[in-house]
């Protein structure tokens, strides 16, 4: 199979986030936590290692969110009904998303803290 042009595989990429954003309630709860993050490094002027902290904390729970929606939608491709071994693959994919977002809550805290405080 040929590769696609790179100007494709961009199109390609950017249609899935495009998906993303129309199909998935998680993601665009994030999405709206993103903005929101990019909002404060600009109006709080935050040094260029916090603000990388909060975009890099910010992209990895997007990251996640969207390879936790693309292993649930191969489990349900894979099998339509329920199984509970499907479900326990679902449930660890799940768990690596609220285990980032997690963790970005705390780096939130620890970046906004001194801004706010």
């Known amino acids: 199979m040929q590769k696609p042009p790179l100007h494709k595989s961009f199109l390609n990429a950017f249609r899935g986030v495009f998906a993303m954003i129309k199909t998935e309630r998680n993601f665009q709860i994030e999405l709206v936590a993103f903005f929101i993050n ?63 977002a997690g963790v970005s809550v705390i780096i939130g805290i620890l970046v906004y803290w001194k801004y706010f405080f």
């Open 38 to 100: 990019l909002f404060l490094i600009f109006y709080l002027k935050l040094t260029s290692t916090d603000a990388a902290l909060i975009l890099l904390a910010s992209a990895a729970v997007l990251s996640a969110e969207i390879f936790n929606t693309a292993i649930e939608k191969i489990c349900d491709i894979i099998q339509p009904d329920f199984d509970q071994r499907i479900g326990f693959i679902k449930d660890i994919a799940a768990g690596a998303v609220v285990l980032i």
